[in-house]
């Protein structure tokens, strides 16, 4: 007996993965503006702040276009060649295994840095600058269903 609830299409593969990388976005940007008004009710000056969040955009503009958009497509590539997608494959196994890690140490790390405003900051700069590369390198989930290669 075969389980055909597992069984889906390429482009919903795509938007799954789409789904994680904007929820990826939501996430560390809302973490990295918590950590950045910890860091402004401590009374740190604002332009540390203001430093911080260009910065974090400037960054993450660089990741985006050198990391992140490399690393998208290539998992866009993995889809596509899949010969019978299943839910589960819209990204690879150490993917998810990567992403528990990274939650737990986003969870684990404020509590260890508290108090601690330079290393506050500079968490906040790592939190932006990854929120800013998903959502510059999002593109590559849409450019191809635009350009009609997905609608089959």
Same mark, same amino acid.
């Given at each position: &007996?075969?389980? !055909?609830?597992?069984?889906?299409?390429?482009?919903?593969?795509? %938007?799954?993965?789409?789904?994680?990388?904007?929820?990826?976005?939501?996430?560390?940007?809302? =973490?990295?503006?918590?950590? &950045?008004?910890?860091?402004?009710?401590? +009374?740190?000056?604002?332009?540390?702040?203001? @430093?911080?969040?260009? /910065?974090? /955009? @400037?960054?993450?503009?660089?990741?985006? *276009?050198?990391?992140? +958009?490399?690393?998208? #497509?290539?998992?866009?590539?993995?889809?596509?060649?899949? =010969?019978? $997608? !299943?839910?589960?494959?819209?990204? !690879? $196994?150490?993917?998810?295994?990567?992403?528990?890690? &990274?939650?737990? #140490?986003? *969870?684990?790390? $404020?509590?260890?840095? +508290?108090?601690?405003?330079? &290393?506050?900051?500079?968490?906040?700069?790592?939190? @932006?600058? /990854?929120?800013?590369?998903?959502?510059?390198?999002?593109?590559?989930?849409?450019? %191809?269903?635009?350009?009609?290669?997905?609608? =089959?």
């Amino acid at each position: &007996m075969k389980i !055909r609830l597992l069984n889906t299409s390429h482009l919903m593969l795509k %938007r799954l993965a789409a789904l994680v990388w904007y929820i990826g976005v939501l996430v560390l940007a809302f =973490k990295s503006g918590s950590l &950045m008004l910890v860091v402004d009710k401590a +009374e740190t000056h604002r332009l540390w702040i203001i @430093l911080a969040f260009g /910065i974090g /955009i @400037l960054i993450g503009w660089v990741k985006a *276009k050198y990391m992140f +958009e490399r690393l998208c #497509l290539k998992n866009l590539k993995r889809i596509y060649a899949l =010969k019978k $997608p !299943r839910i589960w494959q819209f990204y !690879r $196994p150490r993917f998810f295994v990567f992403l528990f890690l &990274m939650v737990s #140490l986003g *969870k684990y790390l $404020p509590g260890l840095i +508290e108090g601690n405003n330079l &290393m506050l900051i500079l968490l906040a700069i790592l939190e @932006l600058s /990854i929120a800013v590369a998903l959502l510059i390198s999002s593109h590559c989930f849409w450019k %191809r269903m635009i350009q009609n290669k997905d609608l =089959k």
